[in-house]
């Protein structure tokens, strides 16, 4: 298993850097991770790169799986109506508590 | 939501800054009793964008209280509430109190969240008072309601924000962001985050559009979103959570009737939303604007074109409806011409205007200043050029000279401003100083968009509200006063501004009871500032008052009638190169009237040489050139030289022996004298010739050198040389001041 993809304010500032990033973990294999618990800030043009990095994983059968998620990027994402284009655990799912 | 958004902060406050402004403007119109409903809206929708930007950036003691403010303004525009007097004031002193909030988070300084605390607890009050008390005078603003039986009939089409879920009326929103929405920080997350406030949302994204991820241009938005609001609430209140953005996405929104919902109850509000359409025209026409304005949105026209906008606005789709569907869509079409909201039209998103930083125009001035320097420096050495390829050089000289006049002219218009931008600031003053001093007055402006330089513009303001308030508090009189004069009850305070020949006049006039010269002579006397048995003139009574420390208030109130005012108006004014006169009657009124120059950066001047050096005499300062017989100079002991000029003793300043240069002519009849004034007094300036009248390009000494006594700047010449530019009040005070020491 890969090392797990650690986010930390995925926001149009830091936007380029993070494209480029998750373009990089695109050529791994297998199924990923992500942390994404110390997400404090998240903006549209953050979420819209991860649904399409989500979305361009799963194209090649690759998994994902949210080994954290703080309750900005869940809050987020059901604001945009993106949740499960992300593959974010359902609220029942206590994503944000683990670590 | 923490958006990363501080970039955008400053186009926040501009346009957060304006938008206080035309609500102060439409607050002080409004009606108290009869407001005109889509002022009260204008006013309402102000308060909701600061609040959806202030939330938006996470100021939220701003956010908080233009909340409390919003329930207020919805309470008075949905009719619940009436506008009283206390309530307009409230209003008037919140815009007061945002502004404070605003630029203290500006500056980043802490909120006086005491004085914010004590006027939200007074809004709550209101608010709290009013949904338990009286009905509001039975909405004044849609005198149909009142026919009819139910109240709500007027609460339904505004909406309470919080809309019961199952019989509320659903709202289809589609929305497709432009390229720059994100990267003018209009985040979709904090509008429909906005839009979740007014009722249950469900949001759908749609990724289709969206490349994959290495083709994905980051800071653009690619999805799109097909929303459905189930609420009660207004159109308007929909438009606003994308007030925003409007200018950045494209917009459907469509009401979906209640009728589809399962609720029996569901036919109640969808009677209501109709009845005002139907049976009550005055509340139609309070929906007709909100219609006129969505089509005003060239956004949102693409997608909605009037006539669907009209049709979704006006509702009620059904059999009880038809005569309302044909008024309620033929009042768009006359409506647009007299739109009465700019700053809406500008959101609206016509790039008819851009922000540019002063700093910017300031620059392109100095270059283009620069220019004309180099222009006429190349000018200089193409009259010594000859030969045939001269002849050209000129012609092209000549054009090249043409062109960059009107260059510059069109560089110095960017920085004119209509004088409105400081005329604004009176109707709320003279409201506020009438009220206190229990006096009524009309404030009448005219010539609001007459143009004057930024700089001019902004030092202008101060003097003018010394000399408003003046006119309120000496000038016109108390109502029993007036009337026992036969006036009006009603002061009339007049301020028009207009074109007097390259110059711009500003004039304050009231008809109010005039200068009262015996009095103003009687005070002078007592002081000591005028002789017992001095006769003087109207102007020279007049000019008493410019002295420091004068007022003849009987008692100094904390408006006026401390003495300090008119000695800085003038200063001020004529720091800016203008000058102030009065003419008054006693009984009838006072007119002053202030000339100020267009510009700052150039001015007209007539150069003249002493020795070897070139200087700019300001045209505005001079009287008179002339050439003296020896005859007519006389020496004073301790006052140097001086001359008959019209009757006067002028003293004779030798420019030379000022600045310290070896002269051509020391003879006075050798050279000539040039008469100019500064700060009311006159002198004879002593120079060897006088070269040529032009407009020089103003430098400044100060940021170029240092202050210098008696230059007011310096300029560089056709021929690479620098002339200092003569400042004659500082010039006279050196002279006087050099005569006392010789």
């Known amino acids: 298993m890969s090392i797990a993809l650690v986010l930390t304010s995925p926001t149009i500032r830091t936007i380029t850097s993070l494209q480029t990033e998750l373009a990089e973990r695109l050529d791994e294999s297998g199924p990923l991770q992500i942390d994404a618990t110390a997400v404090d800030r998240v903006d549209t043009a953050g979420l819209q790169l991860l649904a399409a990095f989500v979305r361009d994983l799963r194209a090649e059968a690759r998994t994902v799986e949210w080994v954290g998620c703080s309750d900005a990027l869940q809050k987020a994402a059901r604001a945009l109506g993106l949740h499960s284009a992300l593959c974010l655990p359902g609220t029942t799912e206590p994503g944000s508590d683990k670590n | 939501?923490?958006?990363?958004?501080?970039?955008?902060?400053?186009?926040?406050?501009?346009?957060?800054?304006?938008?206080?402004?035309?609500?102060?403007?439409?607050?002080?119109?409004?009606?108290?009793?009869?407001?005109?409903?889509?002022?009260?809206?204008?006013?309402?929708?102000?308060?909701?964008?600061?609040?959806?930007?202030?939330?938006?950036?996470?100021?939220?003691?701003?956010?908080?209280?233009?909340?409390?403010?919003?329930?207020?303004?919805?309470?008075?525009?949905?009719?619940?509430?009436?506008?009283?007097?206390?309530?307009?004031?409230?209003?008037?002193?919140?815009?007061?109190?945002?502004?404070?909030?605003?630029?203290?988070?500006?500056?980043?300084?802490?909120?006086?969240?005491?004085?914010?605390?004590?006027?939200?607890?007074?809004?709550?009050?209101?608010?709290?008072?009013?949904?338990?008390?009286?009905?509001?005078?039975?909405?004044?603003?849609?005198?149909?309601?009142?026919?009819?039986?139910?109240?709500?009939?007027?609460?339904?089409?505004?909406?309470?924000?919080?809309?019961?879920?199952?019989?509320?009326?659903?709202?289809?929103?589609?929305?497709?962001?432009?390229?720059?929405?994100?990267?003018?920080?209009?985040?979709?997350?904090?509008?429909?985050?906005?839009?979740?406030?007014?009722?249950?949302?469900?949001?759908?994204?749609?990724?289709?559009?969206?490349?994959?991820?290495?083709?994905?241009?980051?800071?653009?938005?690619?999805?799109?979103?097909?929303?459905?609001?189930?609420?009660?609430?207004?159109?308007?209140?929909?438009?606003?959570?994308?007030?925003?953005?409007?200018?950045?996405?494209?917009?459907?929104?469509?009401?979906?009737?209640?009728?589809?919902?399962?609720?029996?109850?569901?036919?109640?509000?969808?009677?209501?939303?109709?009845a005002p359409v139907v049976a009550a025209p005055p509340v139609q026409a309070a929906v007709a604007p909100k219609v006129v304005e969505a089509a005003a949105k060239p956004v949102e026209a693409a997608v909605a074109p009037p006539a669907s906008a009209a049709a979704s606005a006006a509702t009620a789709p059904d059999a009880t409806a038809p005569a309302a569907?044909?008024?309620?869509?033929?009042?768009?079409?006359?409506?647009?011409?007299?739109?009465?909201?700019?700053?809406?039209?500008?959101?609206?998103?016509?790039?008819?205007?851009?922000?540019?930083?002063?700093?910017?125009?300031?620059?392109?001035?100095?270059?283009?200043?620069?220019?004309?320097?180099?222009?006429?420096?190349?000018?200089?050495?193409?009259?010594?050029?000859?030969?045939?390829?001269?002849?050209?050089?000129?012609?092209?000289?000549?054009?090249?000279?043409?062109?960059?006049?009107?260059?510059?002219?069109?560089?110095?218009?960017?920085?004119?401003?209509?004088?409105?931008?400081?005329?604004?600031?009176?109707?709320?003053?003279?409201?506020?100083?009438?009220?206190?001093?229990?006096?009524?007055?009309?404030?009448?402006?005219?010539?609001?968009?007459?143009?004057?330089?930024?700089?001019?513009?902004?030092?202008?303001?101060?003097?003018?509200?010394?000399?408003?308030?003046?006119?309120?508090?000496?000038?016109?009189?108390?109502?029993?006063?007036?009337?026992?004069?036969?006036?009006?009850?009603?002061?009339?305070?007049?301020?028009?501004?207009?074109?007097?020949?390259?110059?711009?006049?500003?004039?304050?006039?009231?008809?109010?009871?005039?200068?009262?010269?015996?009095?103003?002579?009687?005070?002078?006397?007592?002081?000591?500032?005028?002789?017992?048995?001095?006769?003087?003139t109207d102007e020279q009574v007049h000019e008493l008052i410019f002295m420091p420390g004068f007022s003849t208030a009987e008692k100094t109130t904390d408006v006026s009638g401390r003495g300090v005012g008119m000695d800085v108006v003038r200063r001020n004014v004529k720091e800016l190169g203008g000058k102030i006169e009065i003419a008054s009657e006693l009984g009838k009124g006072s007119r002053f009237i202030i000339t100020l120059p267009l510009t700052l950066a150039i001015v007209d001047g007539q150069s003249v040489s002493v020795g070897s050096e070139t200087y700019i005499v300001p045209l505005t300062s001079i009287v008179e050139s002339l050439q003296l017989q020896p005859q007519s100079v006389n020496r004073l002991s301790g006052r140097g030289e001086v001359f008959s000029f019209r009757g006067d003793y002028l003293p004779i300043v030798r420019l030379h022996e000022l600045f310290g240069i070896e002269p051509r002519a020391t003879a006075l009849h050798e050279g000539l004298i040039v008469v100019a004034e500064g700060d009311g007094r006159r002198i004879g300036l002593f120079v060897d010739e006088l070269l040529g009248q032009q407009q020089v390009v103003i430098k400044s000494m100060e940021a170029n050198y240092g202050p210098v006594d008696g230059v007011a700047g310096a300029t560089i010449l056709g021929d690479g040389s620098v002339a200092l530019i003569l400042d004659l009040s500082g010039l006279i005070r050196v002279a006087a001041g050099t005569a006392r020491a010789a």
């Open chain 2, 1 to 274: 939501m923490d958006l990363d958004l501080a970039q955008f902060h400053s186009s926040f406050f501009e346009e957060s800054f304006e938008a206080l402004d035309g609500m102060e403007a439409a607050l002080l119109g409004l009606d108290v009793g009869a407001p005109d409903p889509e002022r009260v809206n204008g006013i309402f929708r102000v308060a909701h964008s600061i609040k959806g930007g202030a939330g938006m950036f996470g100021f939220k003691d701003v956010a908080s209280f233009t909340h409390t403010l919003e329930t207020l303004l919805d309470e008075l525009r949905s009719g619940r509430m009436a506008v009283t007097r206390d309530i307009s004031d409230k209003l008037l002193l919140s815009v007061d109190v945002m502004r404070a909030m605003l630029t203290s988070v500006q500056r980043k300084e802490p909120v006086d969240m005491q004085k914010v605390a004590d006027l939200q607890f007074d809004l709550e009050m209101i608010v709290a008072q009013g949904a338990g008390g009286a009905p509001a005078a039975a909405a004044p603003a849609a005198p149909a309601a009142t026919a009819s039986p139910a109240p709500a009939a007027a609460t339904a089409p505004a909406g309470g924000p919080a809309a019961e879920g199952s019989n509320a009326a659903r709202w289809a929103i589609e929305f497709r962001a432009l390229p720059e929405l994100l990267l003018r920080g209009n985040d979709p997350i904090a509008i429909f985050s906005s839009l979740a406030e007014l009722g249950k949302l469900t949001v759908v994204a749609n990724m289709q559009a969206v490349p994959r991820l290495r083709s994905i241009d980051a800071e653009r938005c690619y999805l799109t979103w097909t929303l459905e609001l189930e609420s009660d609430c207004a159109r308007d209140q929909v438009d606003a959570a994308f007030e925003w953005a409007a200018v950045d996405c494209e917009l459907t929104i469509k009401r979906v009737e209640a009728g589809a919902s399962s609720a029996p109850a569901a036919v109640a509000p969808a009677a209501v939303v109709e």
């Open chain 2, 325 to 536: 569907a044909a008024p309620a869509a033929a009042a768009p079409a006359p409506k647009p011409a007299d739109a009465k909201e700019p700053a809406k039209a500008a959101a609206g998103g016509e790039h008819s205007s851009i922000r540019v930083s002063i700093e910017k125009i300031d620059e392109l001035i100095n270059t283009v200043g620069e220019l004309v320097i180099t222009q006429a420096m190349l000018s200089e050495l193409g009259r010594k050029l000859d030969g045939s390829v001269a002849e050209q050089f000129r012609s092209g000289l000549n054009q090249l000279e043409r062109n960059m006049r009107e260059l510059q002219e069109s560089v110095m218009r960017v920085r004119m401003l209509p004088i409105s931008f400081t005329f604004s600031r009176f109707p709320r003053m003279v409201r506020d100083l009438a009220q206190r001093l229990g006096k009524q007055i009309e404030l009448k402006m005219t010539g609001e968009q007459t143009e004057l330089d930024k700089t001019v513009l902004e030092k202008i303001g101060d003097p003018l509200v010394h000399l408003v308030r003046n006119s309120i508090d000496h000038g016109i009189e108390a109502p029993d006063v007036r009337v026992k004069a036969g006036k009006s009850p009603t002061g009339i305070v007049h301020l028009d501004a207009c074109h007097r020949g390259g110059h711009i006049a500003v004039e304050i006039r009231d008809d109010g009871n005039g200068l009262d010269k015996s009095r103003i002579l009687a005070k002078a006397r007592s002081r000591g500032l005028v002789g017992q048995n001095d006769v003087l």
